[in-house]
């Protein structure tokens, strides 16, 4: 199985569980009262439809150009001109999720952990980037 089916497999678990998101939520709501304060007025159940679309569009930056551009997108928007996250910020959300990814995947192990590490490496690295500008 290549790391796609593994990640795909995995996401798709996650996605089974009622609390996957919001768990995130609270994980990464943990990391830093700024992330809880960012979220205030927000409607969250609208926020996590979104995420779960921006999660595949993040993956997808290995392999599409077109997801490439959409990322970039949203670094700029999330940045020093638009939201005034850091790289580092991108940092802890991706552990806030593979925390969460620990706690709702019942078929969790390395190979998982290492798929979503490997998928998302290029789009984080893109946000990362466009957060420094």
């Given at each position: ?11 798709a ?13 609270e994980?990464?709501f943990e ?43 949203f ?15 991108i ?31 290029e ?8 957060c420094?500008?």
């Amino acid at each position: 199985m290549d790391i796609y089916e593994v990640f795909n497999d995995s996401y798709a678990r996650c996605n089974r569980n009622p609390h996957f998101m919001p768990l995130f939520y609270e994980h990464f709501f943990e990391t830093n009262e700024k992330f809880r304060a960012m979220f205030t007025h927000v409607d969250m159940k609208n926020q996590m439809k979104m995420i779960k679309a921006s999660l595949l569009i993040i993956m997808l930056a290995a392999t599409s150009e077109q997801a490439r551009a959409t990322v970039k997108k949203f670094g700029k928007r999330h940045g020093p001109d638009g939201l005034g996250i850091k790289p580092l910020d991108i940092d802890l959300w991706f552990e806030c999720l593979i925390d969460t990814i620990k706690e709702c995947d019942p078929a969790y192990n390395q190979s998982v952990e290492q798929a979503w590490r490997q998928c998302f490496n290029e789009g984080i690295t893109i946000m990362k980037a466009e957060c420094k500008l």
